[in-house]
């Protein structure tokens, strides 16, 4: 089939089913042609929640449809590739998160949601890359444990010198690929250029930028900015969406290899057979359900 007619068949199996299709912004751009909605993770989650509809297909990677599913537990939750991981996610399980704990008894844990729901379960707040130094503060402390990535652990750090963050070791594979280097030359040729630069980025890296901040944050930045030149350090999804979005504007990717391969694996023919047949269905034990929801639900209310 061809695109044109997978969306066809799509748009009118989600009428039928009632379905809603989620779309996370580093998705392959044509995802969008059939997405009730397209952002960040949590956000995608939050508002499946709100909905009516029965079915929710994630176009993401595997741990932003537990979220999903953590936030919606009368839903049921499709990712359509079932090959959508995440490596940072991947670097701490359930072991892992509880000897990183017992290794520093009483500090509480904040967990990013680029995290398993076991992980989740294991935190006291949950965090996001646009919320992680206000949630940190919030807790009051004056020492935290941070997990799983060290370098927005690190951009914590520098944003709140008074607390004592300790990371676990890590990180996120796509936004490590960029160098200061690249930024620096990149810098150099565009001269008008705004730099933009995602938390996950080393903190080399950050120290170049004009504005950090997370993938809807930078979005919504390049939206609102009189500037008509970006250079982008995050994946290359949110450069396609910008170019598409704003066509009198300039977006540069900062390198040609801030592409997370994991979030192209979906297709448009994968969301078909998802919603045709049901797969590839994601749930979350109950036990671990409550416990994850409870750190997400920390973090929703805190001030």
């Not at 990180?171 to 930024?183: G, Q």
């Not at 030359?185 to 565009?190: A, L, P, R, V």
């Not at 933009?196 to 170049?208: F, G, I, N, Y």
Request: proline content about 4%; overall charge neutral.
């Amino acid at each position: 089939m061809t695109d044109f007619e997978l969306v066809e068949k799509i748009n009118k199996l989600k009428k039928e089913k009632n379905a809603i299709i989620l779309a996370h912004c580093y998705q392959n751009p044509e995802i969008d042609e059939v997405a009730d909605y397209v952002g960040d993770s949590l956000g995608l989650s939050r508002l499946a929640s709100k909905t009516d509809a029965e079915i929710i297909v994630f176009a993401g990677v595997y741990f932003m449809a537990e979220t999903a599913k953590i936030l919606s537990p009368n839903k049921k939750v499709l990712l359509p590739n079932r090959n959508s991981g995440c490596n940072m996610a991947d670097m701490i399980n359930l072991k892992q998160v509880r000897e990183f704990k017992e290794k520093n008894p009483g500090v509480p844990l904040v967990c990013y949601v680029n995290s398993s729901a076991e992980v989740k379960a294991e935190c006291d707040i949950c965090c996001t890359s646009a919320n992680a130094v206000d949630i940190v503060k919030s807790l009051g402390e004056k020492k935290v444990l941070f997990a799983p990535d060290c370098y927005l652990g690190s951009f914590v750090a520098k944003s709140l010198p008074d607390i004592e963050i300790i990371s676990y070791p890590g990180f996120c594979p796509t936004h490590l690929r960029i160098i200061p280097d690249e930024i620096v030359k990149m810098k150099i040729m565009y001269k008008d250029a705004k730099i933009l630069v995602h938390p996950e980025c080393h903190q080399e890296v950050v120290k170049l930028a004009d504005f950090t901040g997370s993938t809807t944050q930078i979005m919504q930045y390049c939206a609102n900015s009189n500037a008509k030149s970006f250079i982008i350090a995050t994946e290359k999804g949110v450069v396609d969406r910008l170019r598409r979005d704003f066509p009198d504007k300039e977006f540069i990717l900062a390198s040609d290899k801030l592409v997370c391969h994991n979030m192209k694996w979906n297709t448009l023919e994968d969301i078909y057979n998802s919603l045709l047949y049901g797969q590839y269905e994601v749930d979350v034990e109950e036990k671990i359900r409550l416990k994850a929801l409870k750190s997400i639900q920390r973090m929703i209310e805190a001030k």
